[in-house]
Nanobody, 118 residues
Framework: QVQLVESGGGLVQPGGSLRLSCATSGSIFSFRAMGWYRQAPGKQRELVATITRGGVTNYADSVKGRFTISGDNAKRTVYLQMNSLKPEDTAVYYC????????????WGQGTQVTVSS
């Protein structure tokens, strides 16, 4: 059973930093890729960052230079380091994983709230 559990969200002032964690039920290399998405109130869920099994990363233009996605297989965890946070970064952040199976299989965590406000 694949499980993804996010943590690390909270309230931070503009310009501050947070690190989100996504703990998996198995090896992070069990997935072709993992990533972070976010959804703000009244808006669609959007891609934030992804990392492939081989370590190739991709970021939304809105977070390039500020966010960093990384993985630690020993801890079975993928991280999202968020720096220089802006109010527009406020959203529920969801961990995502793509399975290695023949058919596309996508998994989601339950989300963690990030609020950037003065």
């Amino acid at each position: 059973q694949v499980q993804l559990v996010e943590s690390g969200g909270g309230l931070v002032q503009p310009g501050g930093s947070l690190r989100l964690s996504c703990a998996t039920s198995g090896s992070i290399f069990s997935f072709r890729a993992m990533g972070w998405y976010r959804q703000a109130p009244g808006k669609q869920r959007e891609l934030v960052a992804t990392i492939t099994r081989g370590g190739v990363t991709n970021y939304a233009d809105s977070v390039k230079g500020r966010f960093t996605i990384s993985g630690d297989n020993a801890k079975r965890t993928v991280y999202l380091q968020m720096n220089s946070l802006k109010p527009e970064d406020t959203a529920v952040y969801y961990c995502n994983a793509e399975g290695l199976g023949y058919l596309p299989q996508i998994y989601w965590g339950q989300g963690t709230q990030v609020t950037v406000s003065s």
